[in-house]
């Protein structure tokens, strides 16, 4: 594999992009309007810089690896690559329109990977003529720091594109889990109920965000508390996933909490909206 291609240069895709880059892949990285692409490449900047100002690698590896990313604005350039991966948002009508016209557009062979982190890899599959090509990668953020890429099979995914999707997660210095397609896969469904349960705790008084946070980080060797992580990861996107649990299993410990609801319809997203369990407007 040499040529992969991402969709979406948001958090994620940016991250991923500039993984493979730096791994030696040519990137092909897309996105609906140049802006984006802006943001995109500027975050991929500023992240390499760190490497560069402590000294790991040069300005001139920065540079190489910067040049290995060719930007587009058409999802026709998709057809380029041995593999996609969609890091666009997290709406499943939105997917399943991609993941059809990618089908139409990409030579049969091409695998075609989604970062979902909870959308159904089986269903994404279905709307294509080549499900057994169709897997799930998800990457954790930040994605040039994370080792997990949770390599999702739908009900179709073939041994050899699992094969081949693991070969190329080791390529990028990461280390693939094979998980089985269903709600939350195994990292949102182990994670999204504790998130929720320190929710909970906060809403009913057992302790202050920032004790939850320190019993956690103190306690149990966490980097950040589940608070504070679920800030990192957005609560719009801590509630959707919440949701995609309680829907899929129909089970009442999936219920979000309503502090995380309610923080959601003030537009309290965590450190993307400025507001979250802590105050980042500073
Ligand atoms: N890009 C590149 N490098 C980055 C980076 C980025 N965006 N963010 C941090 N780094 C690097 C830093 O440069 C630093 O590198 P060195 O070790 O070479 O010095 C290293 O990562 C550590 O960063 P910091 O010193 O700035 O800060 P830290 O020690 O507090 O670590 C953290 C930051 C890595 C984010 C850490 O707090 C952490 O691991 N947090 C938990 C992250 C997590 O759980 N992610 C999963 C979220 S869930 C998800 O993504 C999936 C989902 O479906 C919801």
Redesign the pocket.
């Given at each position: 594999m040499q040529h992969i291609v991402v969709i979406g240069a948001g958090t994620m895709g940016n991250?991923i992009a500039?993984t493979a880059a730096a791994s030696g892949l040519e990137v092909t990285l897309i996105d609906v309007a140049q802006e984006f692409l802006d943001r995109g490449m500027k975050a991929i900047s500023a992240?390499l810089q760190?490497?560069v100002d402590?000294g790991?690698i040069s300005a001139g590896d920065k540079a190489e690896i910067i040049g290995r990313i060719r930007q587009s604005t058409s999802v026709a350039d998709a057809a380029a690559g041995d593999l996609v991966i969609e890091a666009i948002l997290e709406n499943l009508a939105a997917k399943s329109a991609l993941f059809r016209q990618l089908d139409e557009i990409t030579p049969p062979e091409t695998i075609l990977a989604s970062n979902t982190?909870?959308i159904s890899i089986t269903r994404l599959g279905a709307v294509t003529r080549r499900p057994d090509k169709v897997i799930g990668m998800?990457f954790?953020?930040?994605v040039?720091?994370?080792t997990l890429v949770e390599v999702i099979r739908g009900i179709a995914t073939s041994d050899e594109t699992y094969g081949r999707v693991e070969d190329l997660a080791k390529r990028m210095s990461k280390t693939a889990i094979e998980v089985n397609d269903y709600p939350g896969f195994v990292?949102?469904r182990v994670?999204m109920p504790m998130i929720n349960e320190a929710i909970f705790a906060l809403y009913e008084g057992v302790a202050t965000a920032e004790s939850i946070d320190g019993v956690m980080k103190l306690g149990m060797n966490h980097?950040?508390g589940p608070l504070q992580?679920a800030d990192?990861?957005g609560l719009d996107?801590c509630l959707a996933?919440l949701r995609v649990l309680q829907e899929g299993f129909g089970e009442p410990k999936y219920r979000p909490c309503p502090l995380l609801v309610k923080m959601v319809d003030a537009g309290w997203l965590g450190k993307k909206s400025g507001r979250g369990f802590y105050d980042y407007r500073k």
């Open positions: 991250g500039h992240n760190r490497g402590k790991k982190s909870s998800h954790m953020n930040p040039p720091v994370m990292s949102n994670l980097p950040m992580l990192f990861i996107v996933i």
